[in-house]
């Protein structure tokens, strides 16, 4: 008896379907789909995250537009996960004085933009819960968000709470515009006022009294100088340089009203003649004028090349600049000769505190301070002996290395690890997360990879000077 068997193959054909989910597009079977519908924000986030750069380069107005609003409230609510994060790992670490500079690593910010947006964030978590919401939902950004932080800032905690809740009363209602972060700080501005009328005056006092100066590293061989001076005694001098540049302007000067006043400013500064142009100050002008190390490869210093220069505290500068300011006679510089066969630093033996010559040497061949992300001139940094003086460190340049106080400072507190290799030139800083991140703070002791430059046409004779 013969018993046929029969298998029957049962074939599944699932017809796919494209889904829209917050993280992007995915493809699923139609019958496990649910039934979605989504805005057309919905979608625009999603098109945010999902659509390349030639992409959107195809799109029309109206979904270029709602691409931008999109972008705007992922920005958001990335700024208000970053402020509860911020805000966490502030818990984590008790209040610990570096977590600015922990942050600082991952979010790749300077130390003072790391602490600036700990301040908010430590602000919006504990004392703006509504504003926070209005972050997380896209309304706005971190730095408009910031902005009524700082104004709030003098407040105490109670009458933070209920500044917050009145703002967010204003914005349901209208009378606020949402959309210009200068009206939202100045409605702030005016709560503040309303709520603690008495602490106006006391505010203006301790504002007064924490008047400050800041030099701010710009682009293109420039830097900014700021005042923060009462309203009066600033606007005064405004007008003494607006008055200054705009006489000078009448006598058939060529400079613009701009360029007048910045140079009547420095003039000003430097007690010069206000109308001259602003140079480099003389030697009969800068009796306590602050040194500065200009870092120029000989190669350069020659007209060989034109890269790697560097101004400590600022950063590369052109070659031709450099040489402008090596050249002229109004500038002050010093020059520096190290052994031109191997560099090599000499101990001085167990000396605790460092010879001027020393110092010099590590602030010159270090340039700034050696933790990654900080950029304070090496000459106004600490010598730091990286091997302990009491547990046998030489005090010598190979021992030493150039960190600001702040970071000298952390290198002795516990979870933190910093070792420096000055022949390398690098300094790798653990975190108290055991993270690790490493900085390159001389590449200019490494000649950059050049093409040979052309013969000269008129080289000049063997016996001739250096140009310098």
Not at 65 to 85: C, P, Q
Not at 168 to 192: F, M, Q, T
Request: hydrophobic residues 40%; proline residues 8%.
């Amino acid at each position: 008896m013969c018993i046929e068997h029969q298998f029957v193959i049962l074939c599944y054909v699932a017809q796919f379907v494209e889904a829209a989910h917050p993280a992007g597009v995915l493809f699923l079977p139609e019958d496990v789909v649910p039934p979605a519908e989504f805005s057309v924000e919905e979608w625009a986030e999603i098109d945010c995250r999902a659509l390349s750069g030639g992409e959107i380069a195809e799109l029309d107005a109206d979904r270029t537009v709602e691409l931008l609003a999109a972008a705007r409230r992922i920005r958001a609510a990335a700024d208000a996960a970053e402020a509860h994060a911020l805000a966490r790992l502030d818990a984590l670490r008790g209040g610990d004085r570096y977590v600015a500079d922990e942050a600082a690593l991952e979010l790749r910010l300077s130390r003072q933009q790391a602490q600036a947006r700990l301040e908010r964030a430590r602000q919006l978590t504990r004392r703006m819960p509504r504003l926070l919401a209005r972050m997380h939902h896209g309304d706005l950004e971190g730095h408009t968000a910031g902005r009524v932080a700082d104004t709030v800032a003098v407040l105490d905690d109670d009458t933070a709470r209920q500044l917050d809740a009145r703002l967010d009363e204003k914005l349901d209602s209208g009378r606020v515009d949402i959309h210009n972060p200068a009206n939202l700080a100045r409605a702030a501005r005016r709560l503040v006022e309303h709520l603690d009328p008495r602490g106006q005056t006391a505010r203006a006092r301790r504002a007064r009294a924490g008047r400050t100066i800041e030099l701010l590293p710009g682009e293109h061989g420039m830097s900014t100088l700021l005042f923060d001076l009462p309203a009066e005694i600033a606007a005064s001098a405004y007008g003494r340089i607006d008055a200054t540049a705009r006489r000078i302007r009448n006598t058939g000067d060529a400079r613009t009203l701009d360029q007048l006043r910045a140079d009547v400013a420095a003039n000003l500064l430097h007690e010069r003649t206000p109308g001259s142009p602003s140079t480099s100050p003389k030697a009969a002008d800068a009796v306590d004028a602050a040194t500065v190390f200009l870092h120029m490869p000989i190669d350069t210093a020659l007209g060989i090349s034109d890269s790697g220069c560097e101004l400590a505290g600022y950063g590369p500068l052109p070659g031709p600049i450099a040489r402008e300011i090596m050249s002229n006679p109004n500038s002050l510089w010093r020059k520096v000769l190290t052994d031109p066969a191997s560099g090599a630093v000499h101990d001085v033996g167990r000396r605790y505190r460092p010879t001027a010559a020393i110092r010099d040497l590590v602030a010159i061949r270090d340039a700034e301070c050696t933790i990654p992300g900080c950029h304070r001139p090496a000459q106004r940094c600490d010598f730091d002996h990286q091997q302990a003086w009491q547990h046998g460190g030489s005090t010598s340049a190979t021992n030493a290395a150039a960190k600001c106080e702040h970071h000298h400072s952390m290198k002795d507190t516990p979870g933190w690890t910093i070792h420096t290799d000055p022949v390398a030139g690098t300094t790798t800083l653990t975190t108290p997360t055991g993270r690790t991140h490493t900085t390159h703070h001389h590449p200019k002791n490494e000649p950059p990879i050049q093409k040979p430059p052309p013969p000269a046409t008129n080289p000049p004779p063997e016996d001739a000077p250096p140009p310098f």
